[in-house]
């Protein structure tokens, strides 16, 4: 097993830390939706190789609710940035339906030059990873989609980088849906949430509550071809959350509920390859880690630190917020 160790606490404006990217100038981007903490919005940092912490950017509140829930982050190859405004992720009535992605277009200094609301009326989008033109957006619950035996629907939507004002209905008629998952697993009806694509161009996505990550492949038209089963073990993986390669195609996944980040080989195999029992972050533990990113020669993982009961290692919320550290 190998061994975490604190990478850098986060100041007292980021309380539950997420998604991960890499910005033009190599510096380490994270997302902070701040669930925790009502009284604080969603905000974007900047971290250099040493650990520093900057703020970057507040994240544009939505107009009704008066906050931004940001959580998966992505770059396109102009590095314009995009994010997932989970606003339901608390399932408040009020927050429900009202989730968006947005698109930022941002200058070399880092300045933000326009914000475009790409989709809206999402009832909770999640992770997101861009690829040939389009953006891939995880959407963890469909509970508009009624099946006969109430086992949960989730999605990925594709869309156009340059698409923009789409309204979604969280049901089957949205014409922009890509791919659907059914969570089998009765005890965490939570579905697709981490996504990733390897080297080949093949599209990675983790069922979390069935601890499952299934593979999809396209059709020369760039439409789906197969999503299959891809891997799982629940003796090494209880949950998939954020997901990332390295260069010899392992994949590493935050096992959320379980306090660990797993490997995956490029034939399958699933070990966990370190765990933490409850602890704290900002002692160098994996505290509920909710992404992993390979930067630097390192693994960086954030500790989301937030749910706790049935099935979850996590006990508590503690403050300082912290990301942590663990070698290649």
Not at 37 to 66: A, L, M, Q
Not at 132 to 142: A, D, K, N, W
Request: charged fraction near 25%; hydrophobic fraction near 35%; glycine fraction near 10%.
């Amino acid at each position: 097993m190998r061994e975490s160790r604190l990478f850098c606490t986060l100041p007292e404006y980021v309380c539950t830390p997420d998604g991960m990217a890499v910005d033009r100038h190599g510096n380490l981007v994270l997302s902070c939706p701040n669930y925790a903490d009502d009284s604080i919005s969603g905000c974007v940092v900047r971290i250099d190789k040493e650990g520093h912490v900057r703020k970057w950017f507040d994240v544009p509140v939505h107009p009704e609710t008066g906050v931004a829930r940001n959580m998966g982050i992505a770059f396109d190859d102009e590095w314009n940035l995009y994010l997932c405004d989970n606003q339901g992720w608390s399932e408040r009535e009020e927050l429900l339906y009202k989730g968006r992605i947005l698109k930022l277009t941002v200058d070399e200094e880092g300045t933000i030059l326009k914000t475009v609301v790409v989709a809206e009326h999402m009832e909770h989008p999640n992770g997101i990873r861009i690829r040939g033109g389009y953006m891939y957006v995880t959407q963890s619950y469909l509970h508009p989609v009624r099946r006969p035996d109430g086992k949960l629907v989730s999605c990925v939507y594709r869309f156009g980088l340059d698409e923009e004002g789409i309204q979604i209905t969280n049901t089957l008629e949205d014409r922009h849906i890509f791919a659907t998952f059914v969570t089998e697993n009765p005890d965490c009806q939570y579905g697709a949430d981490g996504i990733v694509f390897d080297q080949e161009g093949r599209l990675y996505v983790g069922n979390f509550g069935d601890g499952a990550v299934y593979r999809i492949t396209f059709k020369e038209d760039g439409s789906l071809d197969e999503n299959t089963l891809f891997a799982r073990d629940p003796e090494e993986l209880k949950s998939t959350d954020g997901m990332i390669f390295d260069e010899e195609g392992n994949l590493y996944i935050a096992d959320f509920c379980a306090n660990a980040i797993v490997q995956v080989t490029p034939g399958g195999t699933v070990r966990r390859i370190a765990q933490s029992p409850d602890c704290k972050g900002a002692d160098g533990g994996l505290d509920q880690p909710g992404e992993p990113i390979v930067w630097d020669g390192r693994i960086i993982a954030s500790c989301f630190d937030l749910v706790t009961g049935p099935g979850k290692v996590n006990l508590k919320h503690e403050m300082p917020a912290a990301l942590v550290q663990l070698p290649l």
